[in-house]
C-alpha cells in the first residue's frame, strides 16, 4: 500500500482544514486508518484512527471534539476534518493503514505540513 497525504496549509487559529490521504491497492477497505502528527522538536504522536470497516473512531484527547475521521472505501481514501484548529496543532501530519494480515505492521505516507497561526 502506498499512502499519499495532502491538504496541509497555512491556516488561523480558529480556522478549518481538511486532510486527505490517498491509498493505492485493491483492498484498502480492510486497512484501518490512522493519523499522526510531529511537531517541531517533538515526537510522533498519535491524533486519530478509523477501523477498517468505518464503524469506530478514535481520537487523541488534544483533538476530541475538534478532528473529524471519515473514509471512503470507494475512493481509496481517507480524510480528517480540523476544526477549530490552535497553534499547538501546528505539526507535520501523517497517515498510515494498519496490515490486517500483519496488524503489527504500518505502512506510512509522507507528512503534510499544518501551519496554525495566533
Known amino acids: 500500500v502506498q499512502l499519499q497525504a495532502s491538504g496541509g496549509g497555512l491556516v488561523q487559529a480558529g480556522g478549518s482544514l481538511r486532510l486527505s490521504c490517498a491509498a493505492s491497492?485493491?483492498?484498502?477497505?480492510?486497512?484501518?486508518m490512522g493519523w499522526f502528527r510531529q511537531a517541531p522538536g517533538k515526537e510522533r504522536e498519535f491524533v486519530g484512527t478509523?477501523?477498517?470497516?468505518?464503524?469506530?473512531?478514535f481520537y487523541a484527547d488534544s483533538v476530541k471534539g475538534r478532528f473529524t475521521i471519515s473514509r471512503d472505501n470507494a475512493k481509496n481514501s481517507a480524510y480528517f476534518q480540523m476544526n477549530s484548529l490552535k497553534p499547538e496543532d501546528t505539526a507535520v501530519y501523517y497517515c498510515?493503514?494498519?496490515?490486517?494480515?500483519?496488524?503489527?505492521?504500518?505502512?506510512w505516507g509522507q507528512g503534510t505540513l499544518v501551519t496554525v497561526s495566533s
Open positions: 478509523i477501523r477498517w470497516s468505518g464503524g469506530s473512531t
Open positions: 491497492g485493491q483492498t484498502f477497505s480492510t486497512y484501518s
Open positions: 498510515n493503514a494498519q496490515d490486517p494480515f500483519e496488524p503489527s505492521h504500518y505502512y
